[in-house]
C-alpha cells in the first residue's frame, strides 16, 4: 500500500467519525434538553406569586364598578401541567393613582367565596356573614381582616393582574408561597 492509499484512509476515516459524532450529537441534545428543561423551571404559581396575567383592556372595565373576572394560570410541577381557574374583583377608579382596585374574593375567615351586592354597596360573604365596605374594608361577622387586595400593572393600555394567596383565619395578610 502507498502512504497516499493510507493518508486517503485515515481522512476518510476521521471524516466518518466527524459525521457519526455529529449525527450523535442532534440525536442527544434535543433528548437531554426535554428531559433537563422543566426539571430547571421553577415549581409552577397556582398557588401564589406567579407572572401578571392580562384581564383585557382598561376600556372594558367600566368606571366605578366592581366586575368579577376570570384569571386563568398554569402551574407547572415537572412535565405535569395544571389549569387553575381564579376569580378576582376589579374596580376602574376614575383616573389617577391607582387606577384600579383588585381584590380576592376568598373570605379571610375559612376561605368560602365572598359575593358583591351592588344594591347593598357591600360584600357579603355567604357562610358566616361576613361584611365588607365597598373598597373591601372590614365592616363586621367572623373575618379576621378587609379582603386582600391583589397586585397588578397597567401596560399598553391592558390591566394584568397577578394571583396571590393569603393565609386565611388570621388578621395580619400573609402571602402563603405554593
Ligand atoms: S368564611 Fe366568610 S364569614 Fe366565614
Not at 59 to 77: I, S
Not at 154 to 163: D, E, Q, S
Request: contains cysteine; charged residues 20%; glycine residues 12%.
Amino acid at each position: 500500500m502507498s502512504d497516499g492509499t493510507n493518508t486517503r484512509r485515515g481522512f476518510l476515516s476521521f471524516c466518518t467519525n466527524c459525521l457519526l459524532l455529529i449525527l450523535g450529537l442532534l440525536v442527544v441534545a434535543p433528548a437531554v434538553a426535554y428531559v433537563w428543561a422543566p426539571l430547571r423551571r421553577k415549581r409552577g404559581d397556582g398557588g401564589s406569586g406567579g407572572d401578571f396575567v392580562d384581564l383585557g383592556s382598561v376600556a372594558d372595565f367600566p368606571l366605578g364598578a366592581w366586575t368579577l373576572r376570570a384569571l386563568e394560570l398554569v402551574q407547572e410541577d415537572g412535565w405535569k401541567k395544571t389549569p387553575i381557574r381564579h376569580s378576582v374583583y376589579v374596580r376602574r377608579l376614575g383616573g389617577g393613582d391607582p387606577a384600579f382596585e383588585v381584590l380576592s374574593p376568598i373570605c379571610s375567615h375559612l376561605g368560602c367565596p365572598i359575593n358583591w351586592h351592588p344594591e347593598r354597596k357591600q360584600f357579603v360573604c355567604p357562610c358566616h356573614g361576613g361584611i365588607f365596605a365597598d373598597d373591601g374594608r372590614f365592616k363586621s361577622g367572623p373575618p379576621p381582616r378587609s379582603m386582600d387586595l391583589l397586585p397588578f400593572e397597567v401596560r399598553a393600555g391592558r390591566l394584568r393582574v397577578r394571583w396571590q394567596d393569603f393565609k386565611i383565619g388570621v388578621a395580619e395578610r400573609i402571602p402563603v408561597t405554593a
